[in-house]
């Protein structure tokens, strides 16, 4: 089995981009887990002190997966992540959970680990939403100038930003996260921020074919967020890949990120470097079933296929 991290093979520019952004962040091309970052070695989940771990061993047990903790020191902050390994099939599809109070998402993502390998990353929070005032996902950038941009963060996270970052050196795929939001949104008597229906001057709305899966998927709620430098309309193979979402029955929003609305989340971030795709399944909260409809939904648009679309059966859904 090979470690979390792969050699740096530099398949395509976005993979390029991808090793300059660390190099920036001060990696320097050395030793992975130098001076304030370190991992743990591959352990059982049960000796993980994670809630939402131990709320998965039923469905690990017997799984080809081993857990890492990831700890990184930073200014004030004493970050720990949770880490999921598949032994068998490491180098699939590796999806981030920031938010550690978003349960659904962190389901949806040990169905996704244990149908179609590689991992996932769970930021520890004890259970909220932010750590010790900070957001996680306003916690990405590199530099002193990147963060002054985020009215989220303080201080520029290069480390925190490296070591989530790092997991996808030499990984085939997309940069993939999950999070959960509350229904509705502000504007309409809701509660979340997030919502189809909540307009913005850089976000653009694409809805979801009807017909197309279950009708949860066509909830205002439910959506893949993605992000790039130009706006959508304006870049022919973003146009192209939301076509093709949409008639999988997926809403989605599209954020077009510059200097003036950048703002320190991961989807930013990997939009504002050039870092490659990126995908964020936003469902509402406690939607576990509808998440891991779009976690199958996104896999078959980007054509990766269950490990054993052979023998496992799916956990949540049986
Ligand atoms: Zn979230």
């Known amino acids: ?3 979390p991290i792969g050699v740096l093979r530099t398949r395509s520019t976005a993979a390029v981009a991808l090793a300059c952004a660390l190099l920036i962040a001060g990696c320097g091309g050395g030793d992975k887990f130098a001076g304030s970052t370190s991992i743990s070695a591959c352990m059982d989940p049960a000796e993980a002190r994670s809630p939402d771990i131990r709320r998965s061993l039923p469905a690990l047990r017997g799984a080809p997966v081993c857990y890492r903790r990831q700890q990184v020191r930073e200014g004030g902050f004493h970050w720990t992540f949770h880490i999921l390994e598949h032994t068998r099939d490491p180098d699939g599809p590796f999806w981030v959970l920031p938010h550690d109070n978003e349960n659904a998402a962190f389901d949806a993502a040990v169905h996704a680990l244990l149908t179609y390998g590689g991992g996932l990353l769970a930021v520890d929070a004890g259970g909220n939403r932010t750590y010790r005032g900070q957001d996680p996902n306003r916690n990405f950038s590199a530099t002193r100038g990147e963060s002054r941009l985020c009215s989220g963060q303080r201080r520029p996270a290069p480390r925190y930003t490296r070591a989530i970052l790092e997991h996808y050196r030499g990984r085939r795929g997309p940069i993939l996260a999950l999070h959960n939001n509350g229904d509705g949104h502000a504007g309409n008597g809701g509660y979340g921020s997030i919502s189809m229906h909540r307009t913005g001057p ?12 279950s009708r949860a998927l066509r909830d205002e709620d439910n959506l893949i967020f993605v992000a790039g430098r130009r706006s959508a309309y304006a870049d022919t193979g973003m146009r192209r890949r939301i076509a093709s979402l949409n008639a999988a029955g997926l809403n989605v929003i599209h954020k077009q990120v510059t200097s003036r609305t950048f703002d320190c989340s991961l989807s930013d971030y ?3 470097h050039g870092l490659g795709e990126y995908f964020n399944l936003e469902a509402e909260h406690g939607a576990r079933t509808t998440q891991v409809e779009m976690v199958d939904r996104l896999m078959a648009v980007l054509g990766i296929r269950p490990l054993d679309s052979r023998s496992r059966g799916n956990p949540f859904l049986n």
């Open 1 to 3: 089995m090979r470690g």
């Open 202 to 213: 850089m976000l653009s709305h694409w809805p979801g074919a009807a017909g197309m899966g």
């Open 270 to 272: 990997v939009a504002l």
